[in-house]
């Protein structure tokens, strides 16, 4: 009893595909498995798991840490493609959390960074300012996120790993305040945002975001905001160079325009610029463990109204809740 007390339980279902549990610190694999209606249940050690699917070349998987004496369910949904390749590493795929579009239900990541912004402005003085960035996205289903800081919703739409798109719509930038005059504030950037990412292999992938929005706050005893409008398009490639190194280089066309005649602004801006679930994917991201990682922004923008550069240097990290047992 003791014995059984110590171990987990991990629940299996799924409709078609050999299923194969590996042990990822060892490599070895413990069970191979063909579909039934009733799934299967199995007792195993706690510790990290992988569960691999195949259908002929085609390969999905999922990483989960089993806590002793919990149980585990996965089903299809769980499941992330690493699309057609013909040999898969025993100790584990190098699929990372920072790779999908949203987290899965119950999951959350948190990232933040802090860094500096340099500009020159239009009477030639260079001007430097502490700049820092957060964001928070939880799951509420399988497809449905919430981003609590600065609300929002968004819906996934695809396969997990293979091409999915992410659309997004409340406050896309902003926070929380208060005012004696106007009551509760919530401020932000107002709008709905659209992401896509097609992977081409198991360690590239094509990736674009846009989003429009109306800059302003909305406050409880009235609303108020400006008259500019700004939309913003990235294009932009994921390419995890090695297990633990993913690169985000990118390149954005930005818009903000005013129904003021006349008030115009546009702007290029190389480096971290891709959108995924309201983050901003850094231009060089860490793997430091399957839950945490260390990540370098960097953006070079372009001012084609005035002729301007400025840059965007930050250092931070994201965290994110992995797949376990309650």
């Known amino acids: 009893s003791d014995l059984r007390s110590q171990l987990s339980t991990l629940e299996l279902a799924w409709t078609k595909g050999l ?9 070895a694999r413990v069970a191979t498995l063909n579909p039934r209606p009733e799934g299967y249940r199995l007792a195993l050690r706690p510790g990290r798991w992988l569960v691999r699917r ?6 999905d998987v999922v990483e989960v840490e089993l806590r002793a004496g919990a149980s585990l369910h996965v089903d299809e949904s769980d499941l992330v493609s690493l699309g057609h390749q013909g040999r898969l590493a025993s100790k ?3 699929v990372r959390f920072t790779e999908l579009m949203s987290p899965r239900k119950g999951q959350w990541m948190v990232q933040f960074a802090l860094g500096s912004r340099i500009e020159q402005t ?20 399988n497809r449905l996120s919430l981003s609590p800081l600065t609300p929002n919703l968004g ?51 094509l990736q674009t975001s846009w989003g429009v929005a109306r800059p302003g706050f909305v406050a409880s005893r009235r609303e108020t905001g400006t008259e500019d409008v700004w939309s913003r398009l990235a294009l932009g490639v994921g390419w995890r160079i090695s297990r633990d190194v993913t690169l985000h280089p990118s390149l954005s066309y930005g818009l903000s325009s005013s129904f003021t005649p006349g008030n115009r602004d546009e702007a290029l801006v190389f480096g971290s610029t891709l959108i995924r679930n309201n983050r901003r994917l850094p231009l060089i991201q860490v793997a430091l463990s399957n839950g945490v990682t260390l990540d370098a922004h960097y953006q070079f923008r372009y001012n ?3 002729g301007l550069p400025n840059h965007h240097v930050l250092l931070g990290m994201t965290f994110a809740s992995r797949k376990v047992g309650p």
Not at 54 to 59: G, M, N, P, S
Not at 122 to 141: D, H, Q
Request: proline share 2%; hydrophobic share 40%; no cysteine.
């Open 19 to 27: 299923i194969t549990v590996h042990a990822i610190e060892t490599g």
């Open 155 to 205: 819906f996934r739409i695809g396969r997990r790993g293979a091409t999915e798109v992410q659309l997004t719509a409340g406050l896309l930038n902003g926070g929380f305040g208060y005012s004696r005059e106007l009551g509760v504030l919530i401020g932000g950037d107002l709008g709905a945002a659209l992401e896509v990412r097609v992977p081409t292999s198991a360690r590239l992938s």
């Open 304 to 306: 084609l109204v005035y």
């Open 122 to 141: 239009p009477e030639a003085r260079v001007e430097r300012e502490l700049i820092w960035s957060e964001s928070w996205v939880v799951g509420l289903t």
């Open 92 to 94: 584990g795929t190098g």
């Open 54 to 59: 195949q259908i002929r070349d085609a390969i």
